[in-house]
């Protein structure tokens, strides 16, 4: 047996979907007629934000230089791992986030997924791990969001979050790239980020602890990015902040982005964000959101913003998949904190509206970003 598959996943094979036969037309003897299954029997109303277990995830796998295997879709569970797994040793993994909208009328949408499949494989480069291809990655979303059917919100309750994983899974004792590597996407239901209307966000500026360093991986969505920040955070919210903004590791001056949302500034008719040198997360709300501003006139810029002109804007906001857009109600930095103006008319409340009428099909979608599913 070849020691380089010894990672392996238990998991049980089961068909595509539970489906139910609309009993009229079994009678007909036509091709069965698959009626929707019925929404998953929880409490729609008081969706939070933890992790809600599905029924389905797919998994693929590739062995060195060879391209993915096809995927499969099997009962949501557990995973098994080689102790030596890359993963598990040296950090060998990548994850996405992307999400499936129930529009007014039932109709199922993705949200520019084969953006999500770009930022893998660029991601994959800079890890040294195979990825599947842009179409195998888009595929294995909506297979994974039409099995957890059920689990996708009635509209206007929340999102069915999608979390694709590229992990190095195969063993390897010295530091090298993992022999084998395993793509695997789970979803759980999520609820809107604003659960009473509006919920500012009241960020710490840290000037201790960086994200991201120049020639580091701040710029890919490796998991290695995550765990370093939790200190931050943690202390952050024991003060009662909602997340941590970080600064440039060199100048420790210009504003990066939170822990996992990039942010914007709005001053006058300006629009500014950071521009991406590889110390943030290029995020694909980022993107729509800079396209969406500029369709709707504003001058919207990229680049190095100092600490202290965050501190004179007229108002911040964060975007990102999870959170969408959120309004930021206050800045605190070296001691100092700074409100900023909320309510319904502020730009990032129309850029909100205009992104999520987008994403659910109730606004004109001239970008081509959704995807119908079904
Ligand atoms: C995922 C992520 C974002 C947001 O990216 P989206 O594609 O908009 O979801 C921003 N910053 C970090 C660090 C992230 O991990």
Request: charged share 20%; hydrophobic share 40%.
């Amino acid at each position: 047996m070849s020691n380089m598959i010894c990672a392996s996943f238990t998991l049980s094979k089961v068909g595509a979907r539970r489906l139910t036969i609309q009993a009229a037309s079994a009678l007909r003897a036509t091709e069965p007629v698959f009626r929707d299954e019925e929404y998953a029997d929880i409490d729609w109303n008081n969706l939070g934000f933890g992790l809600t277990r599905t029924d389905y995830m797919y998994v693929a796998k590739c062995t060195e230089n060879k391209e993915f295997q096809q995927g499969e879709l099997s009962d949501y569970g557990n995973v098994e791992l080689s102790p030596a797994a890359g993963v598990l040793n040296y950090g060998q993994g990548l994850f996405e986030g992307t999400k499936a909208f129930r529009g007014d009328d039932g109709r199922v949408f993705l949200f520019r997924p084969d953006q999500n499949g770009i930022r893998m494989q660029i991601g994959a480069e800079r890890m040294c791990m195979r990825s599947p291809s842009v179409q195998q990655f888009v595929d294995a979303v909506k297979q994974t969001s039409l099995a957890n059917r059920r689990w996708i919100p009635p509209p206007g309750k929340g999102s069915l979050y999608i979390r694709p994983l590229l992990i190095g899974s195969g063993p390897i004792l010295g530091l090298s790239p993992a022999p084998e590597y395993t793509f695997l996407v789970y979803a759980s239901p999520v609820g809107n980020y604003f659960k009473n209307g509006m919920a500012p966000l009241n960020l710490y500026v840290d000037n201790e602890f960086h994200r991201a360093t120049r020639g580091g991986a701040g710029g890919v969505k490796s998991i290695t990015n995550y765990a370093p920040v939790l200190k931050a955070v943690l202390r952050a919210k024991e003060q009662g902040f909602s997340d941590v903004v970080y600064l440039d590791s060199v100048h420790k001056k210009y504003i990066e982005e939170a822990s996992s949302c990039n942010i914007f500034l709005v001053k006058g008719n300006v629009i500014s964000t950071p521009a991406t040198i590889g110390t943030i997360l290029e995020g694909i709300t980022r993107r729509s959101i800079i396209d969406i501003a500029s369709d709707l006139g504003y001058q919207v810029e990229e680049r190095c913003i100092a600490i202290d002109e965050l501190m004179e804007a007229d108002e911040v906001f964060t975007t990102g998949t999870a959170v969408s857009v959120a309004s930021v109600g206050s800045i605190t930095y070296k001691g100092q904190r700074v409100e900023y103006k909320i309510g319904d008319e502020m730009v990032s409340q129309i850029l909100h509206k205009t992104l999520v009428g987008i994403q659910v099909g109730r606004i004109e979608d001239k970008h081509n970003w959704v995807v119908e599913i079904d």
